[in-house]
């Protein structure tokens, strides 16, 4: 029997207790990146987000949380050259993907393409995880998916340049013409924004899974699964459906008002750890009112504005604040993406988290193995099949 949560009911199970879901547990140590929830702060390797935003490159941003610092120019020249060395893909991972149906979800493309790529006979993936395969992991993320999004729609995917940074040749492989700059800034922008966030559902899938031994693309794989949940990365779809649906400001109070008496959530809107507005949302407002249409930044704008109100009014012990998702709809869609892009958009950038905390897991490993509080009976006895 299924229940209306999707979980599967047998009638003589013990009530389980509210789980934790290991809220304020410490799982690891990490140098790589820390949420300070209380004071709606996100640190990279020392640096504030508002440091970094608009002002550092992503690739300047997964240099430095792959190695601990900065670029200087000849560094960052260097990891340039690397990442657009490693952009092309095997032809079997190509096929691969060419095989999915157009209907398939593009993040489980990406995740099929991730583990196609562990799979195929370039072999690159074999060993111990190292900065080489992390950055050939990255450079290889925009194509699997650019790949997927022509692919469904009829077109050839198109062979990536060397010349160009991260999110141009992420649009110009999605689009195949050169991504103009009102388009390719405001994304390298989202993407520094997005590419660690402490110990979050995806990042510790990936440690955990590289805490056995396996190889990267084992552990991004399941990274990009955990992160596909609506829960963690698949909200801000779920956004901009929300605010298509409201249509107008003078709808937004009455949907809102029904979607809470239905028990539903407001996609967008509370955080794990921030109990403060989440700094990412605050630059992304930012973005998103020169990005996009002023009537979409109005709607949004409204939409923010009465949530918080409503989820005060009916939740006042609980601090629910915009959360990282909420902007990411307005400002992805200025720059040409539709929705089912967003969230494979957030593994572009997240990517270079994911890989960063595998190099950090293997640099000091031990298997991650919790335990669990066992609840069921005990001393039971077998009774044949006949008998029951
Ligand atoms: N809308 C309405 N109520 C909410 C919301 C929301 N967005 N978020 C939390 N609440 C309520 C819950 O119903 C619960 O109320 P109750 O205790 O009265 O039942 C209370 O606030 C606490 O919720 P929890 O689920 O315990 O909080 P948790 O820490 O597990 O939730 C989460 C965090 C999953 C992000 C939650 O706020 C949520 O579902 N938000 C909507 C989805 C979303 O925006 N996801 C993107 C997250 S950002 C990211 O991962 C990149």
């Not at 494979?344 to 335990?371: D, K």
Request: with cysteine; aromatic share 8%; net charge negative.
């Amino acid at each position: 029997m299924t229940g209306s949560n999707g979980s599967t009911a047998v009638s003589d199970q013990p009530a389980l207790p509210k789980p934790e879901g290991l809220e304020g547990v410490v799982a690891a140590s990490t140098a790589l990146s820390h949420v300070f929830g209380e004071e709606g702060k996100l640190v990279y390797r020392g640096f504030d987000i508002h440091e970094l935003a608009g002002k550092a490159s992503f690739e300047e941003v997964a240099y430095l949380l792959w190695m601990g610092q900065l670029p200087t120019r000849g560094e960052l020249a260097d990891l340039l050259q690397r990442l657009g060395e490693q952009r092309p893909l095997p032809t079997q991972v190509i096929d691969v993907i060419r095989d999915l149906p157009a209907t398939a979800a593009p993040m489980d493309a990406l995740r099929t393409g991730v583990s196609a790529l562990g799979a195929s006979d370039a072999g690159q993936f074999d060993d111990v995880p190292d900065l080489d395969e992390a950055i050939s992991l990255t450079a290889k993320f925009p194509g699997i998916l650019a790949a997927f999004f022509r692919l469904r729609q009829g077109l050839e995917p198109v062979s990536p340049r060397s010349e160009h940074n991260t999110a141009q040749s992420y649009l110009y492989q999605l689009f195949g013409r050169e991504p103009e700059e009102k388009h390719w800034r405001p994304s390298e922008v989202y993407l520094t924004l997005l590419a660690d966030h402490g110990m979050n559902a995806s990042t510790f899938t990936a440690r955990v899974i590289a805490s056995t031994g396996s190889d990267l693309c084992s552990a991004i794989t399941g990274a990009v699964g955990a992160l596909k949940g609506p829960l963690h990365g698949g909200a801000p779809s779920k956004v901009l459906d929300m605010l298509e649906d409201i249509g107008s400001a003078e709808n937004v109070d009455r949907w809102l008002t029904e979607a809470l008496d239905r028990g539903d959530r407001l996609m967008g809107f509370g955080h794990r750890v921030y109990k403060a507005e989440d700094p990412r949302a605050e630059i992304l407002r930012g973005m998103a009112a020169e990005a996009s249409t002023p009537d979409f930044f109005e709607l949004s704008r409204r939409t923010e504005e009465r949530a918080l109100a409503m989820l005060q009014e009916r939740k006042p012990d609980r601090r629910l604040y915009t959360n990282v998702e909420f902007y990411s709809a307005a400002v992805l869609s200025a720059v040409g993406l539709p929705g089912d892009m967003f969230t494979p958009t957030f593994a572009v950038s997240r990517v270079a988290g994911w890989t960063a905390h595998v190099l950090e897991q293997m640099s000091n490993n031990r298997l991650i193995r919790p335990q669990s509080e066992f609840v069921g009976p005990m001393d039971k006895k077998f009774v044949a099949i006949e008998q029951r």
